[in-house]
RNA sequence: GGCGGGGUAGCCAAGUGGUAAGGCCGGGCUCUGCAAAAGCCCUAUGCGUGGGUUCGAUUCCCACCCCCGCCUCCA
């Protein structure tokens, strides 16, 4: 993309430094970029998207930033909850968990995520987990409890806690403190390998040590480095796995290399729903499909989660919030329709000093840590604008281009209808009727379009119609 | 207890040391056969509370009150 003004530099937070810092590549225009992904043991709730909406956000935004990005997210696939349901469901590991792969590729679609470059499977990367492992053992990082588990000895790296701003020596055992913990030299230690028990019934590698599986922070940490290298520029989640997940594998994986392991932390707060936490007792569990399933659609819910607030502030979601991003979004379509009928000659402004600055402001906002809320208030700045100069019959500057650069970002797609044949017979027949200044045949048409789910309109440049 | 985030109009939400973006809702007008859309106008002397610094603070400092998150496997 070519911009008439120069860029300002990215600036993103980190959560280490917890300051606003410019993205400073290994490999400039590269961006190495991991993002945890889900664990496939059921459906991807609202939650878990606005976390991967707003990598996604990232992503694009980076790219209009002119990097490359490289971006890799994982499947947890392996793991307690994935064990306990694939068995209560008389599946196995795979079988289930492939299900559950599906349908969340289904839901990025839906949601028009990209696509990563790498979707690495934790199952399938056991023996360099092993590998990784045994490097930490031999380095003195990690030792073998009684259980036969492997555990990381978190006294062995100083800077244990740096992202989390924790102290190791402050850690204490929580209530919820497991009955082996006894085993481990320090609480704070946490599971590299896990030795097999009854429960985990036909699941378990063959290692070194006992059968088992690998704890859940190594898989990051080896998919990481095997992907994207020892050290990268960004790795993305959910602020609940600052601790101990992402401190784990810093643990880990500088423990190994000796080198820093990511530049950037990237982290997004989470949604409550009507002001509560999502839980099962609450049943405010909502997954896209429930979302669709109650008359919205994938593009409002897409605006929604992204533009309702910024990444790092709670979101808050409620059905008054989706209507609201339901009618922000049909504005923004009503806009596209309406320029988008015009004839080319009214196209004229190649060069207007207000298209540029609403752009400048539009990239500036993204460039000051992802201000979508801001940008987005620029674009209905800049629709109110050539609203006015369309009522007027003004002439326009090229508003397909700049609308294609802010749906770069907002990947909300364009505002395109497929009408149905027999739809576009009765809009005929009500034209015709309109001419002859039928009204009351033209009323009727309308009544019965909508009660086929379209909604008919007459503008100055005659019917458009839409699905509801 | 430790660490962190937040309290801005009916709802959502940016933001700045000089006097409050944007969206939704609501009201008025214009346009229109009607409807819808669109445009224009209106809608916070006010930014949790109390002090302080300052010519001036919602924005800086101090204290206090609420809400939320994390503190071992939840995005």
């Given at each position: 993309?070519?911009f008439?003004f120069?860029?300002?530099p ?55 930033f002119?990097?490359k ?7 947890t696939?392996?793991d307690?909850?994935?064990i ?17 792969i ?23 990367h ?6 990784f ?17 492997v ?14 701003h924790?102290?190791?020596d ?14 481990k ?15 985990d ?8 040590w006992?059968i ?8 990051c940490?080896?998919?990481s480095i ?22 784990n ?13 990511v ?11 009507e002001g ?18 109650r ?11 992204l533009?309702?607030?910024h ?5 808050n ?10 009618e922000?979004?049909k ?12 004839p ?11 298209e540029?600055r609403?752009l400048?402001?539009f ?31 003004e ?36 034209a015709?009727a ?10 009727r ?17 005659g019917?458009k119609?839409?699905?509801?």
């Amino acid at each position: 993309m070519n911009f008439s003004f120069p860029l300002p530099p990215f600036r993103l937070y980190n959560t280490i430094s917890r300051k606003l810092e410019p993205i400073k590549p290994i490999n400039p225009p590269h961006v190495t970029m991991y993002a945890c992904g889900p664990t496939v043991y059921n459906l991807a709730h609202i939650g878990n998207f606005r976390t991967f909406l707003c990598v996604d956000l990232l992503r694009r935004a980076l790219e209009l930033f002119g990097y490359k990005v490289i971006h890799t997210m994982n499947y947890t696939d392996i793991d307690d909850k994935t064990i306990a349901a694939s068995r209560a469901a008389g599946l196995s590991l795979v079988e289930y968990t492939q299900k559950y792969i599906d349908a969340f590729e289904q839901d990025m679609q839906t949601l028009h995520l990209l696509k990563p470059h790498f979707q690495p499977k934790a199952t399938e990367h056991i023996e360099k987990m092993i590998e990784f492992i045994r490097q930490l053992i031999d380095k003195n990082h990690a030792y073998i409890g009684e259980d036969g588990s492997v555990y990381f000895r978190i006294a062995s790296f100083p800077d244990y806690g740096k992202l989390s701003h924790l102290e190791k020596d402050k850690l204490k055992p929580g209530s919820h403190i497991l009955a082996d913990e006894y085993i481990k030299e320090h609480y704070g230690d946490f599971a590299l390998w896990k030795a097999k028990k009854p429960e985990d019934g036909e699941v378990g590698w063959i290692s070194p040590w006992e059968i088992g599986r690998p704890g859940w922070h190594i898989e990051c940490s080896t998919m990481s480095i095997c992907y994207l290298g020892n050290e990268i520029d960004i790795h993305c989640g959910g602020v609940d796995l600052i601790f101990p997940h992402h401190e784990n594998e810093i643990a880990q994986s500088e423990s190994v290399t000796g080198q820093n392991f990511v530049r950037h932390w990237f982290h997004v707060a989470h949604v409550l729903v009507e002001g509560e936490k999502m839980s099962k007792s609450l049943g405010n569990i909502y997954t896209i499909r429930d979302i669709l399933e109650r008359g919205f659609n994938e593009r409002t819910l897409r605006y929604h989660l992204l533009t309702a607030s910024h990444y790092r502030q709670t979101l808050n979601f409620t059905w008054q919030g989706m209507e609201a991003s339901r009618e922000a979004v049909k504005r923004i379509d009503q806009w596209l329709s309406r320029f988008q009928s015009l004839p080319k000659s009214q196209f004229q402004l190649q060069e207007y000093e207000e298209e540029t600055r609403f752009l400048r402001c539009f990239v500036e906002a993204l460039a000051d840590d992802l201000n979508i809320t801001e940008a987005i208030g620029h674009l209905f700045d800049w629709i109110r604008h050539t609203n006015r100069m369309m009522d007027k019959g003004e002439p326009l500057p090229p508003l397909q281009r700049s609308w294609q650069l802010v749906d770069t970002i907002l990947g909300i797609g364009e505002f395109s209808v497929e009408i149905p044949p027999e739809i576009q017979t009765l809009l005929q027949m009500r034209a015709e009727a309109r001419k002859n200044k039928n009204w009351a045949t033209s009323d009727r048409i309308r009544q019965q379009l909508q009660e086929m789910g379209w909604i008919v309109q007459d503008t100055p440049e005659g019917q458009k119609a839409w699905k509801v």
